[in-house]
T-cell receptor, first 114, second 113 residues
Framework: QKEVEQNSGPLSVPEGAIASLNCTYS??????FFWYRQYSGKSPELIMS????GDQEDGRFTAQLNKASQYVSLLIRDSQPSDSATYLC??????????????FGRGTQLTVWP | DAGVTQSPTHLIKTRGQQVTLRCSPI?????VSWYQQVLGQGPQFIFQ???????GRGNFPDRFSARQFPNYSSELNVNALLLGDSALYLC????????????FGSGTQLSVL
């Protein structure tokens, strides 16, 4: 069983703060990692992908990967109320195979208050 | 260009009935995957189709089936519906079978009464 674990929260931060979201995974051979944002009643939207150890930055978002610790995180700088959503961590343990399935965590609910 | 489109958006069925959900991928995308999302949980993989062939199947009973058409659109069928099948059904497309960057449609909310 390939597990992806997230703290379900809720995580509450003030506007302008840094929000830190964490995810651990059980399959040490996993190669691809993704963060999706899901607004209430909407479908998941891809916001970040990361494949190698270290940081990957895109605007206010930074994804961090540590394969030795089997840990991936998402930092949101200068958090805005519009960032309030559920953030889903997703892992693909089958890189190189024909199986492009993702394993998702249950998501962390983030609330950014003004 | 249009994104992934799914129909219908909402559906209400009773136990024992059958349902068909439809999905059109992003233009140029050849892979379609289906996921089930129960309230409060992350999406769970059901199927992946690429070039009209099944490339993967998740841990779902045989009541669930799918197919992909020559234009890469796809249908998900669920027979003998159970109350536990109530969920948001998400279709996602990607360029290739090994492309893990999935782009999701808005989903079909299925309620089984």
């Amino acid at each position: 069983q390939k597990e992806v674990e997230q703290n379900s929260g809720p995580l509450s931060v003030p506007e302008g703060a840094i929000a830190s979201l964490n995810c651990t995974y059980s399959d040490r051979g996993s190669q691809s990692f993704f963060w999706y944002r899901q607004y209430s009643g909407k479908s998941p939207e891809l916001i970040m992908s990361i494949y190698s150890n270290g940081d990957q930055e895109d605007g206010r978002f930074t994804a961090q990967l540590n394969k030795a610790s089997q840990y991936v995180s998402l930092l949101i700088r200068d958090s805005q109320p519009s960032d309030s959503a559920t953030y889903l961590c997703a892992v693909n343990p089958d890189r190189g195979s024909t199986l492009g399935r993702l394993y998702f965590g249950r998501g962390t609910q983030l609330t950014v208050w003004p | 260009d249009a994104g992934v489109t799914q129909s219908p958006t909402h559906l209400i069925k009773t136990r024992g009935q059958q349902v068909t959900l439809r999905c059109s991928p992003i233009s140029g995308h050849k892979s379609v995957s289906w996921y089930q999302q129960v309230l409060g949980q992350g999406p769970q993989f059901i199927f992946q189709y690429y070039e009209k062939e099944e490339r993967g199947r998740g841990n779902f009973p045989d009541r669930f089936s799918a197919r992909q058409f020559p234009n890469y659109s796809s249908e998900l069928n669920v027979n003998a519906l159970l109350l536990g099948d109530s969920a948001l059904y998400l279709c996602a497309s990607s360029l290739r079978s090994t492309n893990e960057k999935l782009f999701f449609g808005s989903g079909t909310q299925l309620s089984v009464l």
